[in-house]
């Protein structure tokens, strides 16, 4: 990104095209401040918006919790004429979501005439992020009723809500429907939901049992889930088992470097 940054720097013509790579470029990477400062050059210049602008700058505001920002962006999406579009409606919703406004996200949602499956995940994202767990089931259920498909993406934002929410057998059986139903594969992110929420119910000794099912490498995050769960209800047999694990593995890495 510092060479792509460069070179932009250096180009004696920057056209639109140019301004929405390098934003989404920093987007990308979760360097939103660089994200809004090339934005900010973008509107100093006067350059305008087109429909692959915003996106990209509405994901840096929800970065940066900047909700006022956020909103003034609402308007420019709304005098560009661009509440058409389904990729920057999106956005605006999990902007919203993410800076705690659902009710706003929730009214871009219902407004817009088309929806994909981003829409639909990124609103049950938003209910579970904030702990309404009986809306994030019902939108679920809305979208089965509307004949969208949910993907690996809905999924961990529902078993996500199931977690926070104690929704431990619930949890259970959409785990179980994923690969039964739906043919999705469960991947590192829906075990690590699964580890997390069986571990606050206090079944660290499933929660165990089921890492060992992972056809991947456990990462630190589903360590940490499974140890923070061992260290709550007081399993220090556990505790030793996966210490022992974590350290042979970084044994490993260490003799390979």
Same mark, same amino acid.
């Given at each position: 990104?510092?060479?792509a940054?460069?070179?932009?720097?250096?180009?004696?013509?920057?056209?639109?095209?140019?301004?929405?790579?390098?934003?989404?470029?920093?987007?990308?990477?979760?360097h939103?401040?660089?994200?809004?400062?090339?934005?900010?050059?973008?509107?100093?210049?006067?350059?305008?918006?087109?429909?692959?602008?915003l996106?990209?700058?509405?994901?840096?505001c929800?970065?940066?919790?900047?909700?006022?920002?956020?909103?003034? /962006?609402?308007?420019?999406? *709304?005098?560009? $004429?661009? &509440?058409? +579009?389904?990729? !920057?409606?999106? @956005?605006?919703?999990?902007?919203?979501?993410?800076?705690?406004?659902?009710?706003?996200?929730?009214?871009?949602?219902?407004?817009?005439?088309?929806?994909?499956?981003?829409?639909?995940?990124?609103?049950?994202?938003?209910?579970?992020?904030?702990?309404?767990?009986?809306?994030?089931?019902? /939108?679920?259920?809305?979208? *089965?009723?509307a $004949?969208? &498909?949910? +993907?690996?993406? !809905?999924?961990? @934002?529902?078993?996500?809500?199931?977690?926070?929410?104690?929704?431990?057998?619930?949890?259970?059986?959409?785990?179980?429907?994923?690969?039964?139903?739906?043919?999705?594969?469960?991947?590192?992110?829906?075990?690590?939901?699964?580890?997390?929420?069986l571990?606050?119910?206090?079944?660290?000794?499933?929660?165990?049992? *089921?890492?060992s099912?992972?056809?991947?490498?456990?990462?630190?995050?589903?360590?940490?889930?499974?140890?923070?769960?061992c260290?709550?209800?007081?399993?220090?047999?556990?505790?030793?088992?996966?210490?022992?694990?974590?350290?042979?593995?970084?044994?490993?890495?260490?003799?390979?470097?």
């Amino acid at each position: 990104m510092h060479e792509a940054a460069y070179i932009f720097s250096v180009t004696n013509r920057h056209s639109t095209f140019l301004y929405n790579t390098v934003i989404r470029g920093y987007a990308a990477l979760n360097h939103f401040r660089d994200s809004m400062n090339v934005y900010s050059q973008m509107r100093f210049h006067g350059k305008r918006h087109d429909r692959h602008t915003l996106p990209s700058v509405l994901k840096s505001c929800a970065g940066l919790s900047a909700l006022h920002l956020g909103r003034r /962006l609402h308007v420019v999406v *709304l005098v560009n $004429g661009f &509440s058409y +579009d389904v990729a !920057t409606c999106n @956005a605006l919703i999990s902007m919203y979501c993410k800076c705690g406004d659902l009710v706003t996200a929730r009214k871009v949602f219902d407004g817009m005439a088309e929806r994909n499956l981003i829409t639909w995940s990124a609103m049950i994202a938003g209910y579970g992020m904030h702990g309404f767990s009986s809306e994030v089931f019902k /939108l679920f259920e809305e979208m *089965l009723d509307a $004949g969208e &498909s949910p +993907d690996g993406v !809905t999924f961990t @934002a529902i078993l996500a809500a199931c977690s926070h929410g104690g929704l431990t057998d619930m949890g259970r059986g959409l785990f179980k429907m994923m690969e039964e139903r739906f043919g999705i594969k469960p991947g590192l992110e829906h075990f690590t939901c699964m580890v997390d929420m069986l571990g606050r119910a206090g079944h660290v000794e499933e929660a165990e049992a *089921l890492i060992s099912r992972i056809e991947v490498v456990p990462d630190d995050a589903l360590w940490g889930a499974l140890l923070g769960a061992c260290k709550l209800h007081g399993k220090m047999e556990v505790a030793e088992r996966v210490a022992e694990k974590v350290y042979g593995r970084l044994e490993s890495i260490s003799s390979v470097q």
